[in-house]
């Protein structure tokens, strides 16, 4: 059975707390750390710290040395990607060549505050995935064009070039069809959350298979990423109590996730670029529809238990088809330290 790596999501906080999560992760033999690119986090707390993607990755490469390092996923369409390029090539060219390039479409709930226009949101994605690729390879003698619907390019190049060789991976986060072609045809991976172990494999085996093959491309080397909840605890129905609630809110996050997993039941109205409006209807709307998810439904995404119950929940993505699993660590009695340091002794040699 293939056997995942095992990263580590790392929320929103201060450049230096972050610093230190990553060591701590670093110091007990995880494979990665990831970081998410917001704004304003969807219904976060008024008084937390979301500082840019791009500085808080420099000051966590700074403070490790082996760790792969992920981003999860940065908004395609908030910045121009000529200087999200140069961003990711300075960030690559700081760790060593440790970065993963996470990308996805954005959330309404990051630019509608600020009147930043969150149309086509797709269409700018895939271009976006495209410039990427082009200008991470690009040099003087190198100079590479693109002409699409939303950017263009003329004899463009960086003027610092990435460490991984001949850059640094891209996975795309995707859900609905036109996404997991993006992913299949372009990419080197995809990234993805609120998955069993049986949808993922549905996904993968279906629109990543399909359209990779229409595209003659061979998924050997194909990333397969996925976020995964896990309360660890030795009571199996407290730390459910816990988790289930945060898998019910991530699911409700995408239709096309919960067509798969909550078949005849209720959808969100809006894709998922769109739904994680901090407007209080959409919030509302979103905690309603979580609500009538059932419980063991939402715990098929998640691992939670007893660590022989958690490493075999997550040795099943695996033989799924995941390739990297990235950890949302859910505290239950004990605090977020004490719970990564038991995952580590007892869970994580078995990846």
């Known amino acids: 059975m293939p056997i995942p790596k095992v ?12 610093a230190e999560r990553a060591k701590f992760f670093e110091k007990r033999g995880f494979y990665s750390v990831w970081l998410s690119d917001e704004t304003i986090v969807f219904n976060s ?5 979301v500082p840019e993607l791009f500085p808080t990755l420099a000051v966590v490469s700074g403070a490790t040395k082996k760790v792969k390092i992920g981003t999860g996923v940065i908004d395609a369409s908030i910045r121009h990607p000529a200087k999200t390029a140069q961003a990711i090539a300075t960030i690559d060219s700081l760790s060593g060549g440790r970065l993963v390039v996470g990308i996805g479409g954005g959330e309404v709930g990051n630019h509608e505050p600020f009147g930043i226009s969150m149309d086509h949101p797709f269409g700018r994605m895939e271009e976006v995935v495209k410039i990427q690729k082009l200008l991470l390879e690009s040099s003087y003698k190198n100079p590479v064009s693109f002409s699409g619907r939303f950017y263009s390019l003329s004899g463009a190049y960086l003027k610092i070039k ?6 640094p991976p891209i996975i795309v986060s995707a859900f609905g069809p036109n996404a997991l072609r993006l992913a299949a045809e372009h990419a080197d991976g995809w990234l993805s959350f609120s998955h069993s172990p049986r949808s993922f494999s549905q996904v993968l085996n279906g629109p990543i ?8 491309r061979k ?10 909840p896990v309360a660890l605890s030795s009571n199996e129905k407290r730390a459910a109590s816990v988790v289930a609630p945060i ?12 067509k798969l997993l909550v078949p005849g039941g209720d959808q969100p109205r809006m894709r998922q670029p769109y739904a994680k409006s901090n407007r209080p209807e959409a919030i509302k709307e979103l905690a309603e529809l979580a609500a009538k998810i059932p419980n063991e439904v939402a715990l098929e995404t998640a691992a939670h238990g007893s660590a022989s119950h958690c490493t075999e929940q997550l040795l099943s993505f695996g033989k799924a088809g995941c390739k990297h699993i990235i950890l949302y660590f859910v505290a239950v009695e004990r605090g977020w330290s004490e719970t990564v340091k038991e995952f580590a002794r007892k869970i ?4």
Do not use: C, Y
């Open 348 to 351: 994580l040699p078995h990846f």
């Open 247 to 258: 898998a019910k809110d991530w699911l409700v996050w995408s239709p096309d996730n919960m």
């Open 45 to 49: 707390p008024s008084d937390l710290v």
């Open 7 to 18: 990263g580590a999501f790392i929320d929103p906080m201060t450049p230096q707390d972050s």
């Open 162 to 167: 990435p460490a991984s060789k001949p850059r």
């Open 209 to 216: 298979k399909q359209n990779a093959e229409r595209a003659n």
């Open 219 to 228: 998924l050997t080397r194909f990333e397969t990423a996925l976020v995964v």
